[in-house]
């Protein structure tokens, strides 16, 4: 006997799974029900472009609703609930992938309700004439209405089967490597498949459009997760931003960006305790410029989020950087830093409060040398 791939035996099971249905079932329901699957089918499809098309249609003057509520976001702290809302407000007008995914969600139950409406109404005095005309019949011959559910049910059976097939292709095409790429490669009856109807049907479309989508959709990720901070720490509370404002005082760009480097530096103390719940407990505790200022204890990420809540606060143009800086034993660690912006050197100036107990790491031109940018948000 041939060895049988894990694919081959699932999909002989299916079809013999839907024989054995169809000969309980009979012709005549079995018939009625693969009408029905089919009806379905053709119902979520439908579906489906039209809730692609609406979205679509949508998309614009959704992201421009989105931006004029940000523009009416009250100044100062927000409850929570408020700021969430802003929150997803941002990602909603920056991100079209995103806002695309979120407005389908919304409209396809909406079309497939009104299209499963439309199909009863014109359905139903058809089905008035049908049960008129199956009280007139007799019941057929008992073997050969089983024999005809078999039938019926080997071609369901061949319909799911393909369905399978065509799933494992889409997943084989977006990750070549993985796993279930590799089971199907190994089963004879996906590779004729695959050459004989995915690719001459989709296969260009799929190595082409499909990728380029799905490369888009993670840059997408990456940038909400990138913003995830900043849309956050867009509500500066108004006790912090009065203190920023008092401790930079007067002066150029550079000056009060110094202060306020000063200040963060050196009244923030690090947080070894939080290191030692994430390198040995794997614990990472979540917290605010609002924690953070109140606390006076946090790590480099929180240093920089603090430092850019009061930059801004002041009306200086601050950005957070992560990457690796040097751990003093010739490696390399995580670590989270800043850069404003000076408008009269027209150049952005590296900083990094957490090191300033340690020395004066504004603007020094060796700064490079011990810190490897990553990610700016």
Not at 75 to 88: C, D, F, H, N, R
Request: aromatic share 10%; hydrophobic share 45%.
């Amino acid at each position: 006997m041939p060895n049988l791939d894990l694919i081959t035996l699932l999909l002989l099971a299916i079809l013999l799974l839907s024989m054995l249905r169809g000969a309980y079932l009979g012709t005549r329901r079995m018939a009625a029900g693969l009408g029905s699957m089919f009806g379905r089918l053709l119902l979520r499809v439908l579906g489906i472009l039209a809730a692609l098309l609406l979205a679509g249609w949508a998309s614009p003057y959704v992201r421009d609703w989105a931006d004029r509520m940000g523009l009416e976001k009250p100044a100062g702290e927000l409850p929570q609930w408020k700021a969430i809302g802003y929150t997803v407000l941002g990602f909603v007008s920056d991100f079209s992938l995103l806002r695309l995914a979120l407005l389908f969600l919304l409209i396809y139950p909406l079309c497939l309700f009104a299209l499963t409406l439309l199909g009863r109404w014109r359905s139903s005095a058809a089905e008035e004439q049908t049960k008129k005309k199956r009280s007139k019949r007799k019941s057929a011959n008992a073997f050969l209405d089983r024999l005809g559910g078999a039938g019926l049910g080997l071609a369901a059976g061949v319909w799911r089967g393909a369905l399978l097939l065509a799933l494992l292709f889409i997943c084989a095409s977006l990750w070549p490597g993985s796993p279930v790429s590799r089971q199907a490669d190994s089963s004879p009856a996906y590779r004729y498949m695959e050459k004989t109807v995915f690719q001459p049907a989709v296969g260009e479309w799929i190595s082409g459009k499909l990728p380029v989508l799905t490369g888009t959709a993670a840059a997408e990720w990456e940038g909400i997760l990138r913003q995830k901070y900043t849309v956050i720490d867009r509500d500066i509370p108004t006790d912090i931003s009065q203190a920023a404002v008092k401790i930079a005082g007067s002066g150029s760009e550079k000056e009060r960006a110094h202060k306020l480097y000063r200040w963060v530096g050196t009244r923030i103390q690090y947080d070894y305790g939080k290191v030692e719940d994430y390198e040995n407990k794997g614990v990472w505790h979540e917290q605010t410029p609002r924690q953070t200022y109140d606390t006076r204890l946090g790590v480099c990420i929180d240093y920089a989020r603090l430092y850019a809540v009061m930059a801004r606060s002041v009306g200086l143009q601050v950005r957070v950087v992560t990457g690796l800086g040097a751990d003093g034993k010739g490696g390399h660690g995580p670590h989270a830093w800043n850069e404003i912006y000076s408008s009269a050197e027209k150049r952005w100036i590296e900083l990094d409060p957490t090191w300033a107990s340690g020395g004066d790491w504004f603007d020094r031109k060796d700064f490079a040398d011990t810190h490897i940018r990553q990610s700016v948000w």
